[in-house]
């Protein structure tokens, strides 16, 4: 209860079973009225008992002031004590709607000169490399000619990193950081981030992600807790396994060093990556806000959540220092996800993060011995628990049904009644659209190698070009305007664009490229099912699909577009050209 009587009221923002969900239970436990908004509406945390409401926001767009709007009429509805946002595209979002708005009361959100920091890659390491921190070996590039300089200096693999995981216009679109393991795959890559601004590049560091949680007042710690990764993405990324171990000393300290430097004042935690063998460490990032791994840290008595509640609205900075050590929590979800890239990889390749079987069969032993916990079990809230299994499962049987739909479709004589089809569409056909994910690679080309060819031999159609991602006006990769070139395409002037209802209802043929176009296609627009096709499906013999060239070397974007300029030249325009003579 607050000081007035009333009921304590949280707002918590987000959209996982991890930091969200956590958060949402550690402050429910304690009988603070839990908010919540952000949250997709299939959401497993939406189902736990210590929701009190769900509050739906509508897209967040710069351009527009809806959600902004929105937010302010819940805010001047609730009084609420605390406002928690636990990840980093709500954060980025509380940003903008602070700029206009002004100061949120209870808005857990540190200031901008310290998220400055922590949210560039760059600054970060530049502070802890002042500091003394170990760190790996990095460059920042910014040009083409840097990429280059760089890459010939150092031996693969390489990591690659945009300097920030989100853009302020796109939050709801993730850079990810890419590992290469030949310098063709690295120049490909570089050039394909470069395209959205400076990148850093690092030599790899075999080790395991490792992890030392704070809360912390104006630069000093007042408590800590370290995790290590048990499972953790093939070439990095978030654990879906992880174990609770005792604070080493060392990476304390370098916590510590950063926490002061920076005046941190809330939650946070820093990463580092751990070489098991030599016991050598280097800092990878600082993450200023809730973490993924935080339903293991409450499982072993360091209620992070239930602490900032209480630092924040009572001043109280007296903690407990020592907490449960060799709990494991697992994430099903992530998890099945990590166990099939196991099985599908070498278990014996250090530079892989995968694990021999029989590791993975003894790690079953924290079950038996009462060390297991699952993020989305806690025996006060199972109902998030059994949202997540029925998930697991509709998506084992969907996968299961999409795979036997591709066996069908790659049939003899299924491919034969298609392609019948298809050439009773494009008899009547006058308007084309070509569809892919981002619209700048293999669409724009296909457009602008058919509509070539239409020109020259004297037809006149509309031919159009769309895409999935909802950022509009990208340019096409370098990469792929070299590519295009040498097929006589010139893809310099084009700019991306979102497919929309009203571009296929007026389309009468549209072509894609892979499956996970023609399957999303299908989900958004069930009206164009009779009139869309692969691109594959103009040759009865070849592939169906054609793979994204996105971020690939030079050499797979000339196959791709040589397999796209053959089916066009070859087998599309023939049969367009053919239907138009005759009319």
Known sequence: MSDSGRQSQALVFGGDTLSFLAVIRSLGRKGVCVHVAGAVATSPTLRSRYVHKVHHLPSFDQSRDSWCEALQAILATCQFDIVIPCDDPHILRFLYYTSKYGAVKGLELLPVSILEVTSSKQRSLELAQNLGIPVANSHLVTSQAELASVLGAIRPPVVLKPLTSFDARDTAHRREVRKAFTHADAAAIGA????????????????????????????????????????????????????????????????????????????????????????????????????????????????????????????????????????????????????????????????????????????????????????????????????????????????????????????????????????????????????CYGNICRSPFAAETLSGGLTRAGYVSRVGSSGFHTVESRRAPEAAVAAAKEFGVDITEHRSRRVTRDIIEHADAVIVFDWSNFEQLSREFPQARNKAFLMGELDLYGPLTIQDPYGHNPGFYRCTYGNISRLIEHHLLPRLAAAKGGR
């Open 192 to 435: 394909s981030l470069l395209e959205h601004g400076a990148i850093q590049i690092q030599e790899n560091f075999v080790g395991t992600g490792t992890g030392v949680e704070f809360l912390a007042s104006n630069g000093r710690i007042l408590c800590a807790f370290q995790h290590i990764r048990l499972h953790e993405p093939l070439h990095g990324g978030g654990s879906s396994y992880r174990k609770s171990i005792p604070l080493d000393h060392r990476m304390l300290r370098s916590t510590e060093a950063l926490v002061q430097a920076l005046r941190y004042d809330g939650a946070g935690m820093v990463e580092f990556k751990w070489n098991l063998r030599t016991d050598a460490y280097v800092f990878v990032e600082i993450n200023a806000r809730f973490w993924g791994s935080l339903p293991l840290a409450i499982a072993s008595g360091a209620d992070f959540p239930w602490f900032l509640y209480r630092y924040r609205t009572e001043g109280d900075t007296s903690f407990p220092r020592s907490f449960e050590i060799g709990v494991c929590c697992r994430n099903l979800t992530l998890d099945f996800d990590w166990l099939k890239a196991n099985a599908r990889n070498s278990r014996s390749d250090p530079l892989l993060a995968t694990k021999p079987w029989p590791n993975v069969v003894a790690e079953l032993g924290s079950i038996f011995l009462g060390r297991e916990r699952i993020d989305t079990l806690t025996l006060d809230d199972p109902r998030p628990l059994f949202h997540e299994v029925v998930q697991l499962f509709v998506t084992a049987i969907g996968a299961a049904q999409r795979k036997l739909r591709r066996r069908v479709r790659s049939n003899g004589i299924v491919r034969r009644v298609r392609m019948q089809r298809l050439e009773r569409v494009l008899r009547r056909a006058s308007t084309v659209e070509f569809v």
